[in-house]
């Protein structure tokens, strides 16, 4: 008999299949960390850690454990891993009187309904203050709604049979969105909710019979998350542990196995290690795989604090892996954890590289500049050149913030003015910033002989960043005799340090015979990495890879695979693929849905902020206008075609402006 089993299969003797579900985003950003390793993890084996806040009346917690259901099938350790939890955190400084605990084998007033959890929450959000940390675990049954819904299922959760498929009751679930508005509203320092729950496939057919529906994603923003496993994946339980893998190692990593000796230790390390070692326990003993998740960015919970030495050693050891210097292998995401860490540690240079990227994106993180403004807002006051950088190009490109040029010729002014103090101090990062400036004119006059001496140093010196823009100058003559095979060189050495631009640049080389023989095959797998890696380049990665399939060069000839990666370049934000896929639909005589992508090019390319964007819009709106002119797709309607006209005149791309101006006078 396996001592191992999934979470829910009621049937069987020594394992369940468990569902649950809680989403939930990080105070300042988010980003996903897939069995992410723990800082020197167990490095102080069983050390026990301490709570960072002295007064114990500043921590809380509300634990749910539901194994008895009214109307769904029992489950086997959601109650035992709400009582281990409960334990760890008394262990760490939690005060018992501050933690409410609602289990199926508990008195009548500790049983997990409806309404003895709601009214737990509020009573727990009621007494936390301002200083508090708020710990939330669920465990039990979750489901998806017909209307997309994440909710949770207490104990007296009803069901409904409909169709051969079985749903819970909206009304009598507790929903995933209000729970984090809850939480999200109190003023607590921090607020964590953690799940230990199977996430099935899409296809399961029913609630509680070993196929639970899938989670939708709720609004949680503003709280750390951590989950057991991805989606479509499962959890387990092992009854060597009498709970869940995954709780087992979250618990073990607040008793002390995922601290950093005496250099203090946090809440997102021990979701580093319960990461790391749930999903190789589940490897080893069950064949399986089970990773857990978390999103994570802006705020931690320091169980030991770290002294100022630690933090700085944080902000190197995370800009290292961020952005590839001293000749380190990028890995945004251990990047963007240790920086978190330093930031939260009071470091405004780590808050400054956190906000460069969140406005790029790196591995697992998607760009977002509104986050990436919020997080530079503070260190650019204080002169940060790396934080005025960041707000220069939001202003420059109406991202994150509305669009103000004079504001952005400003901070770059400022932001050179202070790399140039760095690099002079010997910051190699810096001399990058400084060549890029110098290079390209940015906050200075241009001075390409001077930018490429730099960048050249900066590249010698291990930075990956450097090194891809020696590529660019050298293949396009920029301070230096061109020279396409120094160029794919450069790309491939930063490539080859996880540079997702540099991966880009050389996929691009490949495809088209620059410096190298042309070979689409090769492109092609470029591009793939660069869409894998995620980031600020994945779109154009994926439109790139889109004209390989559409032209059938280096991977078989594949209309319909160009159009899934084109769509999904548009959910990315690229503007040039709807404006693309509404063409191809006109030409398909699809008229309405190619009025769609028209729409949804011009409305992306508002937001997007490229070079490309205003030229993207112009003919999104001319092609839209002939088809309301016509009436073909949509409803004819002249006075709109005109509008539609009027705004393609008024852009800087030619042929458009000159083609609207020709449709305006025809409908005078």
Same mark, same amino acid.
């Given at each position: 008999?396996?001592?191992?089993?999934?979470?829910?299969?009621?049937?069987?003797?020594?394992?369940?299949?468990?569902?649950? !579900? !809680?989403?939930?985003?990080?105070?300042?950003?988010?980003?996903?960390?897939?069995?992410?390793?723990?800082?020197?993890?167990?490095?102080?084996?069983?050390?026990?850690?301490?709570?960072?806040?002295?007064?114990?009346?500043?921590?809380?917690?509300?634990?749910? +454990?539901?194994?008895?259901?009214?109307?769904?099938?029992?489950?086997?350790?959601?109650?035992?891993?709400?009582?281990?939890?409960?334990?760890?955190?008394?262990?760490?400084?939690?005060?018992?009187?501050?933690?409410?605990?609602?289990?199926?084998?508990?008195?009548?007033?500790?049983? /997990?309904?409806?309404?003895?959890?709601?009214?737990?929450?509020?009573?727990?959000?009621?007494?936390?203050?301002?200083?508090?940390?708020?710990?939330?675990?669920?465990?039990?049954?979750? %489901?998806?709604?017909?209307?997309?819904?994440?909710?949770?299922? /207490?104990?007296?959760?009803?069901?409904?049979?409909?169709?051969?498929?079985? %749903?819970?009751?909206?009304?009598?679930?507790?929903?995933? +969105?209000?729970?984090?508005?809850?939480?999200?509203?109190?003023?607590?320092?921090?607020?964590?909710?953690?799940?230990?729950?199977?996430?099935? /496939?899409?296809?399961?057919?029913?609630?509680?019979?070993?196929?639970?529906?899938?989670?939708?994603?709720?609004?949680?923003?503003?709280?750390?998350?951590?989950?057991?496993?991805?989606?479509?994946?499962?959890?387990?339980?092992?009854?060597?542990?009498?709970? +869940?893998?995954?709780?087992?190692?979250?618990?073990?990593?607040?008793?002390?196995?995922?601290?950093?000796?005496?250099?203090?230790?946090?809440?997102?390390?021990?979701?580093?290690?319960?990461?790391?070692?749930?999903?190789?326990?589940?490897?080893?003993?069950?064949?399986? !795989?089970?990773?857990?998740?978390?999103?994570?960015?802006?705020?931690?919970?320091?169980?030991?604090?770290?002294?100022?030495?630690?933090?700085?050693?944080?902000?190197?050891?995370?800009?290292?892996?961020?952005?590839?210097?001293?000749?380190?292998?990028?890995?945004?995401?251990?990047?963007?954890?240790?920086?978190?860490?330093?930031?939260?540690?009071?470091?405004?240079?780590?808050?400054?590289?956190?906000?460069?990227?969140?406005?790029?994106?790196?591995?697992?993180?998607?760009?977002?500049?509104?986050?990436?403004?919020?997080?530079?807002?503070?260190?650019?006051?204080?002169?940060? /050149?790396?934080?005025?950088?960041?707000? +220069?190009?939001?202003?420059?490109?109406?991202?994150?913030?509305?669009?103000?040029?004079?504001?952005?010729?400003?901070?770059?002014?400022?932001?050179?003015?202070?790399?140039?103090?760095?690099?002079?101090?010997?910051?190699?990062?810096?001399? !990058?910033?400084?060549?890029?400036?110098?290079?390209?004119?940015?906050?200075?006059?241009?001075?390409?002989?001077?930018?490429?001496?730099?960048?050249?140093?900066?590249?010698?010196?291990?930075?990956?960043?450097?090194?891809?823009?020696?590529?660019?100058?050298?293949?396009?003559?920029?301070?230096?005799?061109?020279?396409?095979?120094?160029?794919?060189?450069?790309?491939?050495?930063?490539?080859?340090?996880?540079?997702?631009?540099?991966?880009?640049?050389?996929?691009?080389?490949?495809?088209?015979?620059?410096?190298?023989?042309?070979?689409?095959?090769?492109?092609?797998?470029?591009?793939?990495?660069?869409?894998?890696?995620?980031?600020?380049?994945?779109?154009?990665?994926?439109?790139?890879?889109?004209?390989?399939?559409?032209?059938?060069?280096?991977?078989?000839?594949?209309?319909?695979?160009?159009?899934?990666?084109?769509?999904?370049?548009?959910?990315?934000?690229?503007?040039?693929?709807?404006?693309?896929?509404?063409?191809?639909?006109?030409?398909?005589?699809?008229?309405?849905?190619?009025?769609?992508?028209?729409?949804?090019?011009?409305?992306?390319?508002?937001?997007?902020?490229?070079?490309w964007s205003e030229s993207v819009s112009a003919w999104a709106r001319l092609n839209l206008g002939l088809l309301y002119e016509n009436g073909v797709g949509v409803p004819r309607d002249v006075r709109e075609a005109k509008k539609l006209y009027r705004d393609a005149a008024a852009s800087?791309?030619?042929?458009?402006?000159?083609?609207?101006?020709e449709r305006l006078r025809s409908l005078e």
């Amino acid at each position: 008999m396996d001592k191992v089993g999934k979470r829910g299969k009621a049937q069987r003797t020594v394992a369940v299949l468990r569902t649950a !579900t !809680t989403a939930a985003l990080a105070l300042l950003g988010a980003f996903g960390l897939d069995g992410v390793r723990a800082a020197d993890g167990g490095a102080s084996g069983a050390r026990r850690m301490e709570a960072i806040a002295k007064d114990e009346d500043a921590c809380f917690a509300l634990l749910v +454990g539901v194994d008895k259901y009214d109307n769904l099938k029992p489950l086997n350790y959601a109650s035992s891993d709400a009582k281990a939890l409960r334990d760890a955190l008394l262990e760490i400084g939690f005060s018992k009187e501050n933690v409410w605990m609602l289990t199926s084998d508990g008195s009548r007033r500790e049983q /997990p309904t409806k309404a003895n959890i709601v009214a737990a929450l509020d009573e727990m959000l009621a007494e936390a203050g301002p200083s508090a940390t708020i710990f939330v675990a669920l465990s039990g049954h979750g %489901y998806e709604t017909r209307d997309g819904v994440a909710s949770f299922c /207490p104990k007296d959760v009803e069901v409904e049979k409909t169709g051969g498929e079985t %749903y819970v009751e909206k009304n009598t679930a507790i929903t995933i +969105g209000d729970v984090a508005e809850r939480l999200r509203a109190d003023d607590a320092k921090f607020k964590a909710l953690i799940v230990d729950a199977c996430r099935e /496939p899409a296809t399961a057919r029913s609630v509680g019979s070993g196929g639970a529906r899938p989670f939708a994603k709720a609004d949680v923003s503003g709280i750390a998350f951590l989950q057991s496993c991805r989606s479509s994946e499962l959890s387990y339980e092992d009854a060597e542990f009498g709970r +869940g893998i995954f709780t087992h190692y979250f618990v073990e990593g607040l008793r002390g196995a995922a601290g950093r000796g005496d250099g203090g230790a946090s809440f997102l390390d021990v979701c580093g290690y319960a990461a790391s070692k749930t999903k190789e326990r589940a490897r080893e003993t069950h064949k399986a !795989t089970q990773t857990p998740f978390y999103e994570f960015a802006g705020s931690d919970f320091w169980l030991k604090e770290p002294t100022d030495d630690v933090a700085e050693a944080l902000y190197r050891e995370g800009r290292e892996s961020a952005f590839g210097l001293n000749g380190a292998k990028i890995d945004g995401r251990r990047g963007l954890e240790l920086l978190t860490k330093a930031a939260n540690a009071g470091s405004t240079d780590a808050q400054a590289e956190l906000a460069e990227l969140y406005l790029s994106g790196c591995e697992g993180t998607p760009p977002d500049a509104t986050r990436a403004f919020g997080l530079a807002f503070e260190p650019a006051r204080r002169g940060n /050149p790396f934080a005025l950088n960041v707000l +220069g190009r939001c202003y420059a490109e109406g991202r994150g913030v509305a669009k103000d040029e004079k504001k952005a010729a400003t901070c770059f002014e400022r932001a050179f003015r202070g790399v140039e103090k760095r690099a002079k101090e010997g910051d190699v990062r810096a001399k !990058t910033a400084l060549a890029a400036c110098l290079t390209d004119g940015i906050g200075c006059e241009r001075d390409v002989d001077a930018g490429f001496t730099l960048c050249r140093e900066a590249a010698n010196a291990g930075d990956a960043e450097a090194t891809r823009r020696l590529g660019v100058c050298c293949e396009n003559g920029i301070g230096t005799e061109k020279d396409e095979k120094k160029a794919v060189a450069a790309y491939r050495k930063s490539a080859e340090a996880g540079n997702a631009a540099a991966t880009a640049n050389l996929g691009y080389c490949y495809q088209n015979g620059v410096g190298v023989a042309k070979n689409g095959a090769e492109a092609a797998k470029l591009y793939r990495k660069v869409v894998e890696a995620g980031g600020e380049g994945a779109s154009a990665a994926l439109v790139n890879l889109a004209d390989l399939y559409e032209t059938g060069d280096g991977v078989p000839r594949n209309e319909r695979e160009a159009r899934k990666l084109r769509t999904r370049a548009v959910e990315l934000g690229n503007s040039a693929a709807a404006l693309t896929l509404g063409t191809a639909s006109g030409e398909a005589s699809d008229y309405e849905e190619a009025a769609s992508w028209y729409r949804r090019a011009f409305e992306l390319a508002e937001a997007e902020g490229k070079p490309w964007s205003e030229s993207v819009s112009a003919w999104a709106r001319l092609n839209l206008g002939l088809l309301y002119e016509n009436g073909v797709g949509v409803p004819r309607d002249v006075r709109e075609a005109k509008k539609l006209y009027r705004d393609a005149a008024a852009s800087d791309d030619e042929t458009a402006r000159t083609r609207a101006k020709e449709r305006l006078r025809s409908l005078e």
